[in-house]
């Protein structure tokens, strides 16, 4: 089986939120296997109960992580100490099991053209399995994404 990437909640999409059309980017994102396994090893041992970390996405799309264990006021108002003269565009929220460091790093580094995509969808990712080789599409309404698997839907035979 293929274990892909989707967020499920309202509010922002994983992939369809990654405002790129380079497929090569998108299935980076759909696959990364660090949340995979993350996702799964938070299931597993934590039972369903996440815990959260912060970033806040700066006003030239730069990426701040917040360090462990700060409350978001707190993250705000070191980030305002830091950065006086500017204006953040996002408090941000995704799931502690996520090594979202590495993932910045390795995308920065494989797609050194691209901007990072939107991390909104990050706080719902979930994993999907679906059969080895099919090919799949991720759909959005309102933020909440739905993976279809092709020949398993009217209309795809």
């Not at 992580?65 to 006021?73: F, H, R, V």
Request: hydrophobic letters at 30%; one cysteine or more.
């Amino acid at each position: 089986m293929r274990k892909i990437l989707y967020s499920p909640g309202y509010g922002a999409g994983w992939t369809t939120w990654a405002y790129t059309s380079n497929r090569e980017v998108l299935k980076f994102m759909l696959e990364y296997p660090p949340f995979v396994q993350g996702l799964e090893g938070e299931q597993a041992f934590e039972k369903g109960a996440r815990t959260y970390k912060m970033l806040i996405l700066g006003e030239d799309n730069t990426v701040h992580l917040a360090p462990e264990g700060y409350a978001e006021t707190e993250f705000k108002d070191e980030y305002q100490r830091q950065h006086p003269k500017e204006q953040y565009t996002s408090v941000q929220r995704y799931p502690a099991c996520l090594p979202l460091d590495h993932f910045i790093e390795e995308y920065t580094e494989k797609f050194p053209d691209e901007d990072l995509p939107y991390f909104g969808g990050l706080a719902d990712l979930k994993v999907y399995e679906v059969p080895d080789g099919a090919r799949v599409r991720v759909k959005e309404y309102d933020g909440s994404e739905t993976v279809e698997v092709e020949g398993e839907f009217e209309g795809w035979m």
